[in-house]
């Protein structure tokens, strides 16, 4: 049982790139997360999924986009790379809908430098 | 807004000792709140949840308590061992806020 896949483990951009983080759980979980990492700053969520086809802002979205493809893949979109973007991204799933007492699952990360 | 924190970056203890990490909150009255393993280059990974109305929380050699009053939580490894070494993050409600972490250290 895999559990929550990101791809990829690393990724280097140049100011101004673009690229997609990829992120699917085969758990059949109804909730999906995006956080991003920094020394100094824990765990910030950016954006997540209550269910498919839904999506809503959370702690720090500017500069990003999701996509719930399906039930199983949510997406995170950098159309335009900065440096302030330098982090480690971590996708999450949770089995209930909405935001109730479940713990959460995660992947083991992307870790993306814009340079 | 809401805040939390985790009272140190750092915690290095002996084997055989017991850790003890602290999490404070303001302006938040989750009715519940998490705690997580991390270790170096992996995901968190999830420990227990303790509710509101529930004191206190245990498995295996982890405890955890909850004072709603004092706006803390305390997460207790006994007999600790150096594979307890790991980053601990706690998670305010359904994880949408967390601490910042505290890194424990344990030295045979």
């Known amino acids: 049982n895999a559990g929550v896949t990101q791809t990829p483990k690393f990724q280097v951009l140049k100011t101004g790139q673009s690229m997609t983080l990829q992120c699917a759980q085969d758990?059949?979980?109804?909730?999906m997360y995006w956080y991003r990492q920094d020394p100094g700053m824990g765990l910030r969520l950016i954006y997540y999924?209550?269910?498919?086809?839904?999506?809503d802002k959370g702690e720090v979205p500017n500069g990003y986009n999701v996509s719930r493809l399906n039930k199983r893949e949510f997406s995170l979109r950098l159309e335009s790379a900065a440096p302030s973007q330098t982090s480690v991204y971590f996708c999450?799933?949770?089995?209930?809908?909405?935001?109730?007492?479940?713990?959460?699952?995660f992947g083991s990360g992307t870790q993306l430098s814009v340079l | 807004s809401q805040k939390i924190e985790q009272n140190s970056e750092a915690l290095n203890i002996q084997e055989g000792k017991t850790a003890t990490l602290t999490c404070n909150y303001t302006?938040?009255?989750?009715?519940?709140l998490q705690w997580y393993r991390q270790d170096p280059g992996r995901g968190p990974v999830f420990l227990l949840l303790?509710?509101?109305?529930?004191k206190e929380k245990r498995k295996e050699r982890l405890k955890v308590t909850f004072d709603t009053t004092l706006k803390q939580s305390l997460f207790h490894i006994t007999a600790s061992q150096p594979a307890d070494s790991a980053t601990y993050l706690c998670?305010?409600?359904?994880?949408?806020?967390f601490g910042k972490g505290t890194t424990l250290s344990v030295s045979s």
């Open positions: 999450a799933s949770s089995e209930a809908g909405g935001f109730t007492n479940e713990k959460l699952f």
């Open positions: 758990m059949n979980h109804n909730s």
């Open positions: 999924s209550a269910s498919e086809g839904t999506t």
């Open positions: 302006n938040y009255s989750p009715a519940y």
């Open positions: 303790i509710r509101e109305n529930e």
């Open positions: 998670a305010l409600g359904t994880a949408l806020i």
